[in-house]
């Protein structure tokens, strides 16, 4: 199971809140909020990702037309040890950078 995965999640001491979403239907995800608005998550892949596999620590944008729904800003995903990261929230880019570096930081 996903939890049982041993992720270490950036700031872990300033996160806000934690959401656990497990159904028979999909991956289990978690959703991570912080206080200055970033937003987390994280699901296990079962089969080839879509999305890069970074080697040199930083996020792109997915696509230009996927924005977040709430803050109309770019939603950034990657791929590591098999999770994909969904980075968003009404944050400055330099959050996201920083936020990427520290979850390859984490090894």
Not at 38 to 49: D, E
Not at 85 to 103: F, K
């Amino acid at each position: 199971m996903l939890l049982r995965s041993e992720l270490r999640f950036p700031d872990e001491d300033q996160i806000r809140s934690v959401q656990v979403y497990d159904d028979k239907f999909m991956e289990p995800e978690i959703r991570i909020r912080y206080p200055n608005g970033l937003r987390l998550s994280v699901t296990r892949l079962r089969s080839p990702s879509p999305y890069p596999v970074l080697s040199h620590q930083k996020a792109v944008p997915s696509t230009k037309e996927l924005r977040d729904d709430q803050t109309e800003k770019v939603v950034y995903r990657f791929v590591k040890d098999d999770f994909l990261y969904t980075l968003h929230g009404d944050v400055p880019e330099q959050v996201i950078s920083d936020t990427v570096l520290q979850i390859f930081r984490n090894e």
